[in-house]
Structures are given as structure tokens and as C-alpha cells.
């Protein structure tokens, strides 16, 4: 069992942030309040075609704010992509970002800011508390659920030629300001609604189990699950209600703050793994993880998970089981054979998974042969 004491010396790291309908059009005049001239507007191709980009670019043009438009930007962001965006934060002598989108343009627009001030490249920075100078100033404007980049001190980039994702943790990559909205989560199809809300109910569960979880944590993680698991199935039926997509928003902010300051698990350090070698999608690796770590996990924080399972649903099954209910009755039902991964890559999966940063606050500590067991039973 996790031995923890509430007169631990503990640190909460958050950005500046404003919720509620129509706070992406603040856009401009925060930009202009922190001193941005020229502004690199990161967003991705989708993000642009669904007008959330253009809708931010018009709220910079009317605080006489100039702005280029960086959309190269795939799902899973790769350090070549991020260090194009250096290149045209460079040439077009940019002095602050504002990104639109969801978790990839945000990290992407971290990773940007870091490799320009410091001027190395994004690959250099992996690990935790590894930037030695301040990025400029950056402005987040999600149009997901899910990744709570806009709040967190994370950003995740994939090596493309190591086939991995890099973590990095630095309290630089919190953003100055994040302008919460319901708004642009009505563009995100049904699939990535549910993705993302995995994602966020992933950071919740891995932050109240963590083993650098604090009260602090604690509060913000407990009320992430119960928000995300009530307002999830419900958004998805009805994908308009500016209501429930801004209970998910919430839930994704409750889930952020809670793990930017306490931390993963082995879903985490698992689905980055994955994601690097198969190129998945994030929510989705975490979605077919979770139930198969908590059930790997429950003796070493079983109080916490009997909270966790409390808040999800009445019954007499394990917390492992009704997050496997959960998730299925949102429609994602399939084992990581049918999403593609090989039987044969899992001792290299599990390898990575094993060095990866998350694994650390895991409440139990992994072999990698526990790593296997679990992907196998996902498998
Ligand atoms: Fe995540």
C-alpha cells in the first residue's frame, strides 16, 4: 500500500484560465494584453476546415494583432513537425503562439515555443524539468475533451525514427492563458468525443492512484470521473447540448489539473508505447488499457479504486469492470489485435512502456513481464 501523508511537501502548477461560452473570442485581446505583435496560430487541418481557426484569426485581426497560420500538424505530432514550426516561428519573427485544437497542435505549439526560445531541438528535451529557458508566451484554445494539454505541464512528441513518443515535463509548457469553450467541442465527430473522454477519465483515474497524488490532486480527480462518466454517454447522444459538451470540458480541466501536478500510470507509459509504434489514437490506446491496469493495480491502492468504482456505478462488480462497461457502452469495443498490433511486438512495447516517465508514479511497480501480461490481456 501507497504510504501518504497529507503534511507531505507538495507544489500545484496551473495556468491562468477562462471557462465558458464564447471565451475563444478573448483570443485577441489576451494576445495583445501579453505583448504579442506577430502571433504563429498552430491549429491542424481539420480544426482549420471546421473554422475554429479562422474564428481565432478574426479575433486577433480586430485587436490589431498579426498572425501566420502553422497547421502541418498530424494526429500523434512528430518532432520534424514541431521543429518546421520552429522554423516559420523564426522566419516569420513571430513573439508569442496561440494554438487552436486539440491535443497534437496544442503539444505541437509547446514543443514549438520550447525549440525556439532555447533554440535545440525538441528531442533534446525529453524528461522531466529539462527546459532551461522560458517559451514565449502561448495562448490554448482546446476544441477537445480529452488531453488537457491546456492546462498541463506535458507535452508528448513522437520520434519518428525511434518509433517512441518522448514525454516532456517542465513547468515552462504551462500555458499563460487557456480560453475553455464549449463551443468548438460541437465539431468533434462521435468517435473522437469518445476517445477524448477516455483520455480524460485515463488522467483521472491514473492521478487519484498515483503515487504522487495529494488532496490537492485528489479533489480535482474525484470530480473529473464523476462529471466525464456522467456527461459522456449523455454528449454523445446528444453532440449539440452546449451544456453537456461543457461538462466534458470541465471534466477534462478537473482531469488536467489533477494530472499535471500528480502525475500518470502504467495506462499512460502503456498507450505511449503503443501509440508510437502503431501510430493509434491516444484516447483509444488508453480506452483499451485502463480496465486491464486498474485490475493489475487494485491491491496497491485498492481504497482509491473502491472510490473510483463507487462513483462510476452501483453494483458488486470491481472498479476494473465497470470501467470495462463503461467504455463499451460508448461504443468501443475492440481488443488491441483488432486495432492492429502484432502478438510478436508486445516484449518491445512492454520494454518502452517500462522507461517510459508515467510508469514512475504508478501505485505498484511493473516488471516488464507484468507490462506483457497486461497488453496480452487487451490483446
Ligand atoms: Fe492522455
Same mark, same amino acid.
Given at each position: 500500500m501507497i504510504q501518504r501523508s497529507q503534511l507531505d511537501l507538495r507544489k500545484f502548477v496551473t495556468p491562468e484560465f477562462i471557462c465558458g461560452h464564447g471565451a475563444l473570442r478573448l483570443a485577441g485581446r489576451y494576445a495583445r494584453n501579453f505583448g504579442m505583435r506577430h502571433v504563429l496560430l498552430v491549429t491542424d487541418p481539420g480544426v482549420r476546415a471546421a473554422g475554429w481557426a479562422g474564428a481565432v484569426g478574426e479575433s486577433l485581426t480586430e485587436a490589431g494583432v498579426s498572425f501566420t497560420v502553422f497547421d502541418a500538424i498530424s494526429p500523434n505530432p512528430r518532432s520534424r513537425q514541431v521543429m518546421a514550426g520552429k522554423e516559420a516561428y523564426l522566419a516569420e519573427e513571430c513573439n508569442g503562439i496561440v494554438t487552436v485544437g486539440g491535443g497534437s497542435p496544442m503539444? $505541437? &505549439?509547446?514543443?514549438?515555443?520550447?525549440?525556439?526560445?532555447?533554440?535545440?531541438?525538441? %528531442? +533534446?528535451?525529453?524528461?522531466?524539468?529539462?527546459?532551461?529557458?522560458? &517559451? @514565449?508566451?502561448?495562448? $490554448?484554445?482546446? +476544441?477537445?475533451a480529452g488531453s488537457s494539454a491546456d492546462v498541463s505541464q506535458f507535452a508528448i512528441i513522437t520520434d519518428e525514427e525511434r518509433k517512441r513518443k518522448i514525454a516532456i515535463v517542465s513547468k515552462t509548457l504551462v500555458p499563460d492563458i487557456s480560453l475553455l469553450d464549449p463551443g468548438p467541442l460541437t465539431t468533434m465527430p462521435r468517435e473522437l468525443t469518445a476517445d477524448a473522454g477516455m483520455d480524460t477519465l485515463s488522467h483521472a483515474v491514473e492521478a487519484y492512484v498515483s503515487n504522487a497524488s495529494s488532496p490537492m490532486t485528489d479533489v480535482h480527480a474525484l470530480e473529473a470521473i464523476r462529471l466525464i462518466t456522467s456527461a459522456l454517454p &449523455?454528449? /454523445?447522444?446528444? @453532440?449539440?447540448? %452546449?451544456? /453537456?459538451?461543457?461538462?466534458? %470540458?470541465?471534466?477534462? /480541466?478537473? !482531469?488536467?489539473?489533477?494530472?499535471?501536478? !500528480?502525475?500518470?500510470?502504467?495506462?499512460?507509459?502503456?498507450?505511449?508505447?503503443?501509440?508510437g509504434a502503431y501510430d493509434l489514437v491516444h484516447g483509444r490506446c488508453n480506452a483499451l488499457l485502463l480496465e486491464h491496469v486498474m485490475a493489475a493495480n487494485y491491491e496497491a491502492a485498492s481504497d482509491r479504486y473502491e472510490r473510483i468504482g463507487a462513483i462510476i456505478g452501483r453494483g458488486e462488480s470491481t472498479p476494473a469492470e465497470k470501467v470495462a462497461v463503461f467504455r463499451r457502452a460508448l461504443g468501443v469495443t475492440e481488443t488491441l489485435a483488432e486495432v492492429g498490433v502484432r502478438e510478436d511486438a508486445i516484449p518491445a512495447l512492454a520494454e518502452a512502456?517500462?522507461?517510459?516517465? $508515467?510508469?514512475?508514479?504508478n501505485p505498484r511497480s511493473l516488471t516488464c513481464d507484468e507490462i506483457e501480461r497486461i497488453y496480452m490481456h487487451a490483446f
Open positions: 503539444d $505541437c &505549439a509547446k514543443g514549438i515555443g520550447i525549440a525556439s526560445s532555447s533554440m535545440r531541438d525538441i %528531442l +533534446t528535451f525529453e524528461g522531466v524539468d529539462r527546459v532551461p529557458v522560458p &517559451a @514565449p508566451p502561448l495562448i $490554448c484554445i482546446p +476544441t477537445t &449523455a454528449v /454523445l447522444e446528444e @453532440p449539440d447540448d %452546449l451544456d /453537456l459538451r461543457f461538462s466534458t %470540458l470541465l471534466a477534462s /480541466l478537473h !482531469a488536467g489539473l489533477a494530472f499535471s501536478n !500528480a502525475s500518470l500510470g502504467a495506462v499512460h507509459a502503456m498507450a505511449h508505447s503503443l501509440g512502456a517500462y522507461n517510459d516517465p $508515467c510508469m514512475v508514479t
